[in-house]
């Protein structure tokens, strides 16, 4: 059973940063590629951040580049979302997720999701 963990989610005013970390087992770690979405009250889940399973490419959404970096840890088995410059419309349970497909920006190509940790960003 492939187990995410996201934790680092809170409050912080707007302009401020905040670092979401998810980790896993080292054998998923080492087979999947891994992406950050987020999901705000009343809409749909949507794509943040995505890293290769190689680590040598990676993937953001047009609203969250040049504030947010993704990283991996491969010693760890730690993924990383840096999110600097926070808006108010940052707010959102942010999700890690696993995938073995090709296209990592698109939800149905995970296959397995963490259970989410909430950041709010206030004006």
């Known amino acids: 059973q492939v187990q995410l963990v996201e934790s680092g989610g809170g409050s912080v005013q707007a302009g401020g940063s905040l670092r979401v970390s998810c980790t896993t087992s080292?054998?998923?770690?080492?087979?999947?590629?891994m992406g950050w979405f987020r999901q705000a009250p009343g809409k749909e889940r949507e794509f943040v951040a995505a890293?290769?399973?190689?680590?040598?490419?990676?993937f953001y959404a047009d609203s969250v580049k040049g504030r947010f970096t993704i990283s991996k840890d491969n010693a760890k088995n730690m993924v990383y979302l840096q999110m600097n410059s926070l808006k108010p419309e940052d707010t959102a349970v942010y999700y890690c997720?696993?995938?073995?497909?090709?296209?990592?920006?698109?939800?149905?190509?995970?296959?397995?999701w963490g259970e989410g940790t909430q950041v709010t960003v206030s004006s």
């Open positions: 997720a696993a995938s073995s497909g090709v296209i990592l920006d698109i939800k149905s190509e995970y296959d397995y």
């Open positions: 080292e054998r998923t770690f080492s087979r999947y590629a």
């Open positions: 890293i290769s399973r190689s680590g040598s490419s990676i």
